[in-house]
């Protein structure tokens, strides 16, 4: 398996057409898109592209939002725009909101984004859905490349409990299965698993982020070649754990 850094992107502004820059970008590199590729963009060139900037500037902060902001040592404006995609609070601490987004996904901040973007008062959401983002994105990629069978990611960083450190997930996916389910196949020594459901979306995406990086790279898209993903038209959220299965909140 290869991961191959995307290089030569342009800064993206709203309207580009990201899926199309991508396949440019990937046939001027030498490094065309291939079948069963998959496409790994961080979910702040995705929302940049789609015009969901948000200037603080331009917020007007709420009464809950001016409080949680008091506990939180934040921006009220910014703890604002956190609440605007928070479907429910999982939890505040110092300097840190964990919460439910409008899309599912369980973060802090509601994934809401200071870094890669101009401005010292612009900050990125998370798209507003980001499985249609990554399928429009594949789209564009298919109707630029002609190549049809592959898989984009949409990703974002994410600390986990009990672990430091950060590490990239998928917070939206088109074109695979997001999940493998290995229940029922037996190991080495005959036995039958029974709980093995290998996220390979989060693993894509975790291994896409070695070249993307986070800092001053200017990589946010990466090619991940020759991994056997299982091939699916369907979006689901099956990445997500129901609530009365999460044992952290």
């Known amino acids: ?3 191959l850094p995307v290089t030569g992107l342009p800064l993206i502004h709203p309207g580009d057409q990201l899926g199309k820059m991508i396949a440019e970008a990937a046939e001027k590199q030498g490094t065309p898109i291939q079948p069963h590729d998959v496409i790994v963009a961080t979910h702040v060139a995705v929302s940049k592209s789609e015009g969901n900037i948000v200037n603080l500037d331009a917020v007007k902060p709420s009464e809950r939002a001016i409080e949680i902001a008091k506990q939180t040592n934040k921006d009220p404006a910014m703890v604002e725009v956190i609440l605007q995609d928070t479907k429910e609070i999982v939890r505040i601490g110092q300097n840190s909101i964990i919460t439910e987004t409008k899309s599912g996904v369980v973060c802090a901040n509601s994934g809401v984004d200071r870094s890669n973007v101009a401005g010292d008062r612009n900050v990125v959401p998370l798209p507003k859905d980001p499985n249609a983002s990554a399928a429009r ?7 630029q490349s002609g190549v049809e069978d592959v898989a984009v990611i949409v990703s974002d960083t994410h600390g986990r409990p009990f672990r430091m450190g950060e590490i990239n997930i998928a917070v939206g ?6 999940i493998r389910d290995r229940r029922g196949e037996k190991d080495l020594f005959g036995y039958v698993l029974r709980i093995k459901m290998t996220a390979v979306a989060d693993e894509l995406a975790s291994a896409a982020e070695l070249v993307i990086g986070q800092a001053n790279e200017g990589i946010p898209v990466a090619i991940v070649r020759g991994y056997n993903y299982t091939s699916s038209e369907e979006q689901t959220t099956q990445l997500i754990r129901a609530k009365e299965k999460d044992l952290f909140r």
């Open 173 to 178: 996916y088109a074109g695979f299965k997001p």
């Open 137 to 143: 994105i594949r789209r564009e990629i298919v109707e």
């Open 1 to 3: 398996m290869q991961v």
